[in-house]
Structures are given as C-alpha cells and as structure tokens.
C-alpha cells in the first residue's frame, strides 16, 4: 500500500502545475466589505486593496463547487482515502504576497503537488503529510504563492473501546476476583508471603501452587504519574495513575479517580471501587478516602 | 525587540460562522453543529483561512495601514471551537529591510497558530 500511494505520488508530482482555474469574481469591494466586517479589521486600506490574506477566498471553489480533475490535492486526497487515511486536518499553510490587489482584477490559480511524506505516526492517528504549492496570476504576473500542507489520517478506533488486560493462568484468579469485586492478593500456601503482580512462582520459597487472599482494599499513594499523552481509547487525559501500597504491604498500580493531578499527593489514603467496563471486564480504580 | 498589544477574540458561534462564510469556507464543520459532533469535534470551530486572515489583522493593527504585509506563514494546533476566547500575542524583531514578527494565538486548548509574519514597514 505504501508503495502505490508513493508511486501515484511521484506520478501526481510529475504532472506539474494543474491548468490555471480562473476565480468566480474579479477582485471586489462587496467581498472585502464582509471579510472585514466578520474578521473585525479596520485597516483603512481596504476595500481599496484587497487584504493580502483574501488572496485564497477569491479562488475557494464556493458551497457547489468541484474540484478540477487535474488538481493534485483532490487526486491525492482520493488516492489516501482508498488507503483508509480518510481523515483531514490542515497543518500549515504559508504564503506570499508580492503585491496588493484591486478591485477589478481578475485572478486564476495553479496548483501542484510538492511532496508526500508518510506514513507518520502522529496524535491523530497514522497518516500521511501532503504538500501542495499553488501561484495566483493576474494575467501572466504571479501575485501571490501559497505552500499548504494537510495530514490525511486514519482515524483511531471509536472512543469507547479500552486496552484490554492480558489474562494468562497466573492472572485470571485476579480478574476473575474483580469481576466479583473482589480485590485478590497472591499468597504462597506454603511460606504465607503475598505478591503482586500475580506470577507462577513464589520468589521467597519456589512454591509454586499459589493462592490468594482478599484484600479490603485499603491503602496510600506510594507513587504516582500524570497522564496527558498519548492519547488513551475512552479516556478524557490527562489521568492520574496511582501506585498503591495496600495495607497488606503490596503494591498495585490503578487510575486515581476524582483526584485532580494538581492535588494528588505521596502517602494519600485511597480505598478500591471499581469500573465496570463491560461484562467481561471490571477494573479496579482508586478513590480518595476524605 | 518590540511586544505587539495583545489581541483577544470572542470566537463566538457568530464569529465562527460569518468568517467562514466570509472567507467562502462552506465546510460543515464550520457551522453545523450537528455536523461537526458527528465528525468527532466538540462544536463548529474557526478555519484556517480566518486563522491567517486573523494572524495578518493582528500585525497590521499594530503596523498601521502604511505597512505591507509579504509573507504569512502558519502552524495549526488545537482547534479553536465556537465559544472560546483566541487571545494573540507576538514580538517584532527587524530582519533586513523588513520586520518579522512571531506571531502566537491561543486558545483554552493551548496553542491555536504559531507563526510570523512579515512586513514592510513605511
């Protein structure tokens, strides 16, 4: 797949500069009027001059208008939503003026493609980094020049969906407890020493036929962090997540509820609750204990 | 190097809407709310021609009507929804015979644009 959308770029690239396409109006002071009127701009100059900036209004392609089948950008952007990259956000966009315009002129862009670059991991999700330079003429005189690059992205999952935990036969008395709202803390039978996380083995003796105990669930903030990147399936960020040292000496690891990162401190009291994400899954959680 | 005054813009469903109108934007997701919800945004939000034309006005406000602006160059960041506030800061800096001015707008979501601007000054 990547080497079709690289092939049909360089393809794109090589056709060069797309026919000029000529703008629906001349330059005009209607059109100025409202663009300063909505943008809140009282530069004097204008409706005069046109504001350098407008230079990209006067050739939109306006509520029914379709694109040019040589215009790279629409023939680029169809390639990377057939990849599934169907998302668009705009990144950058840089332009030049040589010189203002008046009204009465009568304006045609070019446009053509300058790179694709991907695919990147981004934010946003995988994409790819789509640049295009397009020249507005007055006649033959290039006016004004625009580099603008786009992301087109594959959208991540819905939100909704979690991380699921790795359930193995060391972990799944755990989550089996949880399910039951049950906090369940491994015991070696044997030399009575408790561990967590769940493995197969005591590290204290070798014994290696565990069992457990229920733990009430009570304990301090041992450590912590914040959350703010990156994004996480379902969750607003940034979140805390704590490192609980529970009474019986264990430490486990969760998301601090209602505690803002600002005010979380070392040696907290918390106690367990637990989120129910679905019927097969329920997570333990923190919550502060007033 | 010279601090430009600050320029703080009420992005109000009416600001969103008429600029994107303005600037012959006819997105959905400039003023249909329903539309952008459904596309996984929080509200309409601004778009990238009012954003720069926005950039310009906020250095020309400064620069007076004698100066000419050459070059806008913008970096996207968090979307600036209806109903937030874009606030604009920027320091000038002269470079040759023109002066770039750095240019940032910011949003609750942090940084909107980031950016500079030249112009000639008179």
Known sequence: ??????????????????????????????????WTEALGDRNPVYPELAPPAMVQVWT??????????????????????????????????????????????????????????GPKRTALGEGWFVTTLSTWYVGDEPVAEMMFRVLKFAPPEPTGSVIRPLVNQDTEFFWAGTAERELRIQRCPDCRALRHPPGPFCPRC????????????????????????????????PIVIALVELEEGVRMLGELLDVSPDDVRIGQPVTVDWSRVDSDLTLPVWRAVP | MTRLPELAIDTTATFVVSTALATRDFQDVHHDRDA???????????????????????????????????????????????????????????????????????????????????????
């Open chain 1, 206 to 237: 070798g014994s290696a036929t565990p069992d457990y105990v229920v733990s009430p669930g009570r304990g301090e903030v041992f450590s912590y962090v914040v959350h703010h990147h990156p994004p996480v399936p379902g969750k607003r960020l």
């Open chain 2, 36 to 122: 952008a919800v459904a596309r996984g945004s929080r509200d309409i939000f601004l778009n990238i021609l009012t954003t720069t034309g926005l950039v310009q006005r906020f250095v020309t406000d400064w620069a007076g009507p004698r100066a000419l602006v050459r070059n806008v160059s913008v970096r996207l960041g968090v979307p600036c929804y209806a109903g937030d506030t874009l606030v604009f800061t920027g320091t000038a800096k002269p470079d040759g015979q023109d002066t770039v001015v750095d240019v940032v707008g910011k949003c609750s979501l942090g940084d909107h644009v980031t950016g500079t601007v030249r112009v000639s000054l008179p």
């Open chain 1, 1 to 34: 797949m990547t080497g079709s959308i690289e092939a049909e770029a360089a393809r794109l690239r090589q056709l060069g500069e797309s026919r000029p396409r000529p703008a629906r109006d001349p330059v005009n002071e209607p059109m100025i009027n409202n």
């Open chain 1, 60 to 117: 939109m392609y306006g509520l029914n208008g379709v694109r040019d089948a040589d215009d790279p950008l629409g023939a680029m952007t169809k390639v990377l939503d057939d990849a599934g990259f169907t998302s668009v956000v705009a990144t950058n966009c840089e332009q030049t003026y040589h010189r203002y315009l008046k009204p009465g002129e009568r304006l045609a862009v070019t446009t053509r493609l300058s790179d694709v670059v």
